[in-house]
């Protein structure tokens, strides 16, 4: 019998050799998934590689070699020759590779096609030209992985032709694997470990009075691309207000990276690799001691509500217990100044903080403890909010809790009202990212197939309600401040525009820029920056209320949107690390209602 030809026409299949060359490449596509996951993860125990590499096996290897298998069973029935005849084998030959080309084109389609943002192919301007843009490209590629499964068909038979070959193949690929998992062990540095430091007297000595105190609001999700036809239109009056008394700019963001790793370094102005947290959640695999979070696009992360039923994973909510390292409202505290927090992306749960905490899942719990805080047990609540002492004004708001998308804002007005001003107040709200999600295409709707309803010039539509809305909070949190507070409006990252997504009409995966306004003492006026991004927020709050920066931090001092006078006055001073072991008490691994915030996620499309 001749080696199969360039095209595979005369290659012969039986089921058998489907189910174990499925096996043999379902293995080295599940080694290579365990090395990258590996990588990711900062994996250096060399029993832990081992177990991922059996679990994916498990996961990916298995079930492809089932496939296969299915594939050489589906040949054997529909083949109307003896397999010996060379048109039966030509015909089979055909109907793989065509059903390889068709299963590549899919795969292509959706791995490197869905939820693909228009941002990349500016050349393209409607839904059109992109649906034709990826049909090509998943087509070139079916193509390619035709051909190069027709390859390794005629490696498998030269091999099969000559046993003796075999034993040295499987040592040859055995040993590149083993190279590529070395590689990927040793190819990433540790994770952050915090150094230990006890003495903080040349520290205390650094703490310089400015007068100042700060209103950090952040707005998830928001974005120039609607804010600046808004306030050009008059729509925002607040925000406009800030933008011509200060200074603005795009806040470089994350790529690949989705809120709670972003908002993290807003936190701490240090990178993943240093605050540890890189998705809503990690995966806890049975006696893998090592956190694995999931990477993107390989499927791991839409089969885990059906890992999760068979008990070979659990997974784990990340929250603000994760965190090695300290928040900015944490060294605040440590060193004086008095604090507020109100809402954030994996701030659960609250801390003992020098003023008031009030995490994002009040909602939450409110609504599924008889809509009263009284009835919660204490033990639940003091990880919702700190100190209890709040109890009764959060009952007193309890209906603006339960029933307004933008509490965060009222609460935060209400409790400076009520428990004064503290040095340094965040304030967080992330209904504008959750409205253009669900509603991007009222915006653009040439992005999209079919007309939206709602989508005339200047008529009103969740989105742009959003940012109406947030306007008029800040003009209310405005008037609630001293003169001598310095606001900051941040955003993580901006919006766009993406190509085929079930759940999602907008997304932000690439890492497009939010946005940052600063007014007030000490900052400029009528300025825009070009080279702030999310890292700098905690070195420059730091800054503006007399504290030296970390050297351990990834960001910087904003000192491009201060003014001269106050650089001089208050000149950015410096101390090795603010971080001491440990930072934090005990892991929380669960929050009280964690099936609320699945689903919450689950309909935005971020986990399954």
Known sequence: MKPPLALGLRLKITTRHCFFGGLFYGWVWSSVIACLHVRHNSVHSVWDL???????????????????????????????????????????AIALGIAVGLTSFTLSFFLFNYAVPFDHYPFIESYRGMLLLVAARSAVMGV????????????????????????????????AAFAIATAAVRGKAPSYTAPEHTEHA??????????????????DGATWRVMSPMLKAGELPHLASLVQRGVRGELKSMSGADSPVIWSTVYTGK?????????????????????????????????????????LVKRVLTNSSHLPVMTVWEILGRHGKSVGIVGGVNAWPATAVNGYYVTEEVKDSLSAFGRS?????????????????????????????ENSPYWQGELAVSLVQEEGQRDFLFVFNSAIDFVQH????????????????????????????????????IGRLLSTVAEDTTVMVISDHGSGPIFFHLEQQAGHRWGPPGVLIMVGPGVRQGVTITSASVYDVTPTVLALLGLPVGRDMDGRVLD?????????????????????????????????????????????????
């Open 50 to 92: 081992l177990l991922l590499h059996a679990y994916f096996f498990l996961i990916y290897a298995l079930p492809i070699a089932a496939v296969c298998m299915l594939v050489g069973l589906f040949r054997g029935i529909t083949s109307p020759f003896p397999a010996e005849k060379d048109s039966s084998v030509r015909a089979s």
């Open 144 to 175: 390619c992985a035709w051909l190069v499964g027709v390859l390794a068909a005629s490696v498998h038979y030269h091999v099969a032709k000559r046993p003796a070959r075999r034993p040295v193949c499987l040592v040859a690929v055995g040993m």
């Open 202 to 219: 040349p520290l205390a000595e650094q703490v310089q009075e400015t007068g100042n105190k700060v209103l950090l609001i952040g707005l």
């Open 271 to 311: 990178g993943k690799d240093k605050h540890g947290i890189l998705d809503f959640f990690y995966l806890r695999f049975p006696g893998v001691a090592s956190p694995i979070y999931p990477l993107q696009r390989i499927a791991l992360r839409e089969m885990v509500p059906s890992l999760e039923r068979t008990g």
């Open 373 to 401: 805080f009284e009835r919660i047990d204490p033990t639940v609540t003091n990880t919702l909010f700190h100190p209890p002492g709040l109890l009764p004004l959060l009952d007193r708001h309890q209906t603006t809790i």
């Open 438 to 473: 669900k509603h991007w295409k009222e915006l653009e709707p040439r992005y999209y197939f079919g007309k939206p309803p709602g989508n005339a010039e200047g008529e009103a539509n969740p989105v742009r309600d959003a940012y109406r809305a947030w306007d008029a909070l």
């Open 560 to 608: 491009e949107a201060l003014t001269a006078e106050f650089l001089a006055s208050h000149p950015v001073q410096f101390t090795a690390s603010y971080e001491r072991a440990p930072v934090r008490g005990k892991v929380m691994k669960m929050r009280p209602r964690d099936e609320e915030l699945l689903e919450r996620l689950r309909s935005l499309g971020y986990v399954r």
